[in-house]
């Protein structure tokens, strides 16, 4: 194969021509100007041969059929024109796959994601491999754009308008197993037999002929719509204008030529593509394919973690050597004794049950991976350990002491901790080695949050560090590399606005008016109610700390201390600023308002706002002025993966480069002034308003390196 070539072509005896997609190069296939031309001029060659019986499209990548469009395009000059040559090139080459006079297969190996599942829906069948690494979606609404290659066109005729409106509007990917049961595959084979059964099915099959579906029909769509666009609503608060329109394109599409729905599809996309939320969730995109590729100078001396040692199976334990058992890592999980390690493993296996209910796993997998556990609660021989991962209790003392038993019995170059707080250093000090010592901070749920704070203290070696990092991708996690200092990254920003908002509360205002605010916002969750899923004794303490170690920060009020007190510790004690009923059913505590003012002073929701908001991003700004971390896009990529940070507003430091600095300056001071001096703007924030600069280069590109798909 030519080196610039990505596409070969094969022809049988049979007359059915094989079209392979492998990009010269890379480990992904993706779809760009330059490969959608050599597809067309294949096409030129199958509309020309007389007695051609079929098409198959398959990938020679073993874990990806097609990832997608080349997102370049829309990250870096974002020049419309460019983008919509690209749409209408895709639209046109794909319109002619579904065109040919022979039945087309498409042989789905590994993810067909975006336009790689566009380019199979224009197939007239689809057999998908039931290898796990198999997965089909449309993900274009979480990247706030939408399928604009004929995907939400051609789903709704082929499943119906309710599975469509499901794979669009969620952008999930599914397995081969639920892709048959939506609609989107014709069969599903085991991988060794895939080709053969598409070979079967090619010889017999004839063009397919559309299916009728009566939720297409206008009175029932009508209703499936309504319900659809309640819960997209539900969901994003209309926040995110991508889903919406999706949903406009898809029903609009039921009641017009292919063609014209096409068109729609492209005139959408431009214009979504040309908005904010979309250029900040495509730079999320990228800041994630970031921290896959993040590093240190001496990476090649990173040691292979295959058995690691799990200490405590609290919580934060259990969870972490699930993921790692998932994963297929063998882990010993280390208790004080009997009864904490059982409830351990009673969590592991709710883990687990919940991910075969969910189909993440089969009972298969879910029982070999618990099998990779094992238990202990005695002394074991530890020689074949090749990293420790520290979950026990947050207090500094008793640390100290487990790693100082952990360095005198653990020959292993690593000894990791996952505090969410203390020190690296001062849970390092006294030992011998201080240097294996690093931070691996997990966050909860462990299973379904993406991202570890890999934090480094004076002493850690370059390679305890480079064996952290590589240990946390290979699990599938997204690293942010942090400076051991107050509170790392993440809880170094949000403690602060826990306090401001538990200050707000105390004030006398409502709980539903602090909570409205912050989700009208884009956060995914209010943060008196987070307080409540932390445990107000747990963020008590982090607060009190951090306030201890950073004297510029507004100390705690007595009011949590006096609810603790009570035993209000939030969800697991039944009631904190919530009381928790029946199925975990949340209403606001009533009796909290004891410890509130009666008479608030009359403010707007701008200024409470400004309070929850402009402490995180004053915060954000002072760690990046400390250098806590590196580059402003890890400050944004830690809130965005570890608070759930309204990825569309792109980060704390993106949202003030789009407010302008010099009106988050002039916020602050004048909250400073009214409210109190924790308010004061951080100097960088000051020296770049005065500077008319930002932090961020205008028109700046993620993707400097290589390609990514969508």
């Avoid at 170059?413 to 011998?432: C, R």
Wanted: net charge positive.
């Amino acid at each position: 194969m030519n080196a610039k070539e990505n596409i070969r072509r094969e022809s049988a005896v049979s007359g059915v021509v094989t079209l392979t997609f492998d990009r010269a190069g890379s480990s992904v296939n993706l779809f760009d100007r330059a490969t959608l031309d050599e597809l067309s001029g294949h096409l030129d060659f199958l509309e020309a041969e007389p007695g051609l019986k079929g098409l198959v499209l398959r990938s020679a990548k073993p874990k990806i059929f097609i990832a997608g469009a080349d997102l370049k395009g829309f990250g870096q000059d974002r020049d419309p024109q460019r983008i919509s040559r690209l749409v209408d090139q895709g639209q046109r080459v794909f319109d002619r796959i579904a065109r040919l006079p022979f039945p087309t297969v498409a042989a789905i190996q590994g993810a067909a994601i975006g336009g790689g599942l566009e380019i199979a829906l224009a197939c007239d069948y689809r057999v998908a491999s039931s290898d796990p690494a198999t997965k089909l979606g449309l993900p274009e609404t979480m990247l706030g754009i939408i399928p604009a290659w004929g995907g939400s066109t051609r789903l709704p005729r082929l499943i119906g308008l309710s599975g469509a409106l499901e794979v669009i509007l969620s952008g999930k990917q599914f397995t081969a197993r639920e892709a048959l049961r939506l609609g989107l595959v014709d069969a599903v084979a085991p991988p060794e037999r895939l080709l053969a059964e598409i070979a079967k099915l090619t010889l017999r099959a004839r063009k397919r002929v559309q299916p009728i579906h009566f939720t297409n029909a206008f009175p029932i769509a009508q209703v499936i719509a309504a319900q659809a666009r309640r819960r997209v609503l539900a969901k994003t608060r209309g926040l995110y204008p991508a889903p919406l329109a999706a949903l406009e394109v898809v029903v609009a599409g039921l009641n017009t030529t292919p063609a014209r729905s096409m068109e729609n599809e492209r005139r959408t996309l431009m214009a979504l593509a040309s908005g904010q939320a979309a250029t900040n969730l495509i730079r999320t995109f990228f800041l994630q394919e970031r921290a896959k590729k993040v590093s240190v100078a001496d990476a090649s001396s990173a040691a292979q973690v295959s058995r690691v040692m799990v200490v405590g199976a609290g919580v934060m334990g259990a969870g972490i050597a699930q993921w790692l058992s998932a994963r297929g890592l063998r882990v010993v999980l280390k208790e004080v004794g009997p009864e904490p390690l059982g409830r351990g493993l009673q969590s592991i296996t709710r883990l687990y049950r919940d991910a075969v209910r969910r189909r993440l796993f089969s009972e298969a997998e879910a029982r070999a991976g618990f099998d990779r556990i094992l238990p202990a609660c005695e002394d074991l021989p530890l020689s074949d350990v090749d990293m420790v991962v520290e979950a026990a209790v947050e207090n500094l003392k008793v640390k100290r002491d487990l790693f100082c038993d952990l360095e005198s019995r653990v020959p292993c170059p690593v000894l990791a901790t996952n505090t969410s707080a203390l020190s690296i250093d001062a849970i390092a000090d006294g030992l011998q080695h201080p240097e294996r010592v690093v931070g691996v901070h997990f966050f909860n749920p462990v299973h379904r949050m993406q991202l570890v704070e890999v934090v480094y203290g004076r002493r850690t070696s370059q390679m305890a560090l480079a064996t952290a990092l590589q240990f946390v991708k290979d699990i599938g996690k997204l690293p942010v590399l942090v400076k051991d200092s107050p509170g790392f990254l993440v809880n170094r920003i949000l403690v602060p606005y826990l306090v401001e908002a538990v200050r707000i509360f105390e004030e006398g205002y409502r709980l539903e008016r602090i909570e409205r605010l912050v989700l009208d916002f884009g956060l995914p969750m209010g943060p008196l109610r987070l307080i409540d899923e932390v445990g107000l004794d747990v963020a008590a303490h982090v607060a009190a700390d951090l306030s201890s170690r950073l004297r510029h920060l507004a100390p705690l009020s007595g009011g949590i201390s006096r609810m603790t007190a009570r035993n209000w510790l939030g969800r697991k004690s039944g009631r904190g600023f919530y009381e928790y009923g029946v199925a975990g059913k949340e209403l606001p505590n009533p009796l909290a308002a004891e410890y509130q003012a009666l008479h608030p002073v009359l403010v707007a929701d701008e200024e409470l706002r400004d309070r929850l908001i402009l402490v995180m991003v004053n915060e954000a700004a002072r760690c990046l002025e400390e250098q806590v971390v590196a580059e402003p896009e890890d400050v944004d990529f830690g809130m965005i993966m570890g608070t759930g940070w309204a990825p569309f507003r792109g980060g704390p430091l993106r949202f003030a480069d789009a407010a302008g600095l010099s009106h988050v300056v002039a916020r602050l001071q004048a909250l400073q002034k009214r409210i109190g001096p924790h308010f004061g703007p951080c100097d960088l924030l000051v020296r770049r308003a005065e500077a008319n600069a930002t932090f961020y280069p205008p028109g700046e590109v993620l993707a400097r390196e290589e390609s990514h798909p969508a």
